[in-house]
């Protein structure tokens, strides 16, 4: 006897929100399956196991979640009419991605991955992996790719392939441990055997090199300060955006974006950053107050600092679509304000990232303090922020940034 059923897992998330999973019961044995789908508990309809009708994704989102089910179902249907007494971990294979193990295409499964990507609201990484997926496809010039064709010699092809295309070590870096994602996942999931597995011989860290890191030195903070924006609302935004990154450690954009006034008392902020869920509790230091009682006289109707995100409840792909757009115009407006202070850098959102920890070691900060305050949990990835010094910072020292 075999059963199905959708619920939440327990654990929440920074937003809280759970994750809708796939329960597979058989033989007394249990499989949890991801859906990719997030809710918040009170818009889980506990006894139809499906989102209540006040969510406003409501139909959508059911829909998603019956074609799920029905899918689930089928699956079983074809087992019992082949007469098969399937596992779970064959079950979830097939239900993931489908049959035929020993020819499995590369592409195929590849986007059954970035689906799930997209579902689970990781849109950043979908973005990633799409656009590999689609860099392999020109590369290959063949619709289908058998994960067994990819060895080293066709890895070393591509990476040819790749450098013919302007690709740096970083770029080339990225492509490839995207795809070795893909290969370890697809051995985890029992659909390839290790010794199809191409990275044992084709090493990505021959591709590392040293990242030039832009920064800002204190003396361009200052002047970056005092630029005139007028009533240039891109450039109002786009200055306050990166002076308040400065003053927060860094805050990345992402984290900025999905920022409340919730997360914000009148002497601290709180947030888990979104890239590690590494938990933050940064001092208000007066350029920050100046900058959040600006949003606050110009508050929108939803409950984030800046106006980014155009309200509160946005699907993964809006949220995704409107950063991506929005931090588009912010570079811009970011080299327009570097242009009329003079500053001859390639200033970018990140930037003030780097520039936080370059100008605490300009002040004599320790680079394990630098670490700390970034959230770094090697003083390697420190180094590489701030070139050969470290990165770090608790409030005492994020302080003397107005000296």
Wanted: with cysteine; charged share 30%; hydrophobic share 35%.
């Amino acid at each position: 006897m075999v059963s199905i059923k959708l619920k939440l897992k327990t654990k929440v998330n920074s937003e809280g929100e759970h994750s809708i999973v796939l329960q597979v019961l058989k033989d007394r044995q249990k499989k949890i399956i991801a859906t990719g789908l997030l809710v918040k508990k009170i818009f889980w309809d506990e006894k139809e196991h499906c989102f209540k009708t006040r969510h406003p994704n409501a139909m959508q989102n059911n829909r998603l979640l019956d074609t799920i089910k029905i899918k689930a179902r089928n699956i079983i249907s074809e087992f019992e009419i082949d007469d098969i007494d399937f596992t779970l971990n064959e079950f979830e294979n097939r239900f993931r991605f489908g049959s035929k193990r020993s020819k499995i295409d590369l592409f195929e499964f590849w986007n059954s991955v970035v689906r799930d990507l997209e579902l689970s609201g990781r849109m950043g990484y979908a973005r990633t992996n799409r656009d590999t997926i689609n860099s392999l496809k020109i590369f290959h010039k063949r619709p289908t790719l058998h994960m067994r064709e990819v060895n080293v010699t066709f890895l070393d092809k591509y990476e040819v392939f790749l450098r013919s295309r302007g690709g740096s070590n970083g770029g080339i870096s990225v492509r490839m441990r995207s795809l070795r994602t893909i290969f370890n996942l697809a051995i985890r999931r029992d659909l390839i055997k290790q010794n199809l597995y191409p990275f044992h011989k084709y090493k990505i860290s021959k591709l590392k090199g040293k990242r030039i890191k832009h920064a800002l030195t204190m003396a361009e903070i200052e002047t970056f300060k005092t630029l005139d924006c007028g009533e240039d609302t891109q450039l109002i935004n786009a200055k306050n955006y990166f002076l308040f990154s400065f003053y927060t450690r860094g805050m990345n954009f992402a984290d900025m974006m999905r920022l409340k006034w919730s997360d914000i008392n009148k002497k601290r902020i709180t947030y888990a950053r979104a890239k590690t869920q590494g938990n933050f509790s940064i001092k208000i230091m007066p350029p920050v107050k100046e900058i959040l009682d600006y949003y606050n006289q110009n508050r929108t109707d939803t409950n984030y600092v800046f106006p980014i995100l155009l309200y509160d409840y946005m699907t993964p792909t809006q949220i995704e679509n409107r950063k991506h757009k929005t931090l588009g115009l912010y570079n811009k407006s970011l080299k327009i304000l570097a242009e009329q202070g003079g500053i001859a850098k390639n200033v970018t959102s990140y930037v003030a990232r780097h520039s936080f920890a370059m100008c605490l070691r300009e002040k004599g900060v320790s680079i394990d303090i630098i670490g700390e305050t970034l959230g770094h949990q090697s003083v390697l990835t420190t180094k590489a922020y701030v070139r050969e010094f470290g990165v770090d910072v608790l409030d005492e020292a994020v302080e003397v940034l107005l000296w």
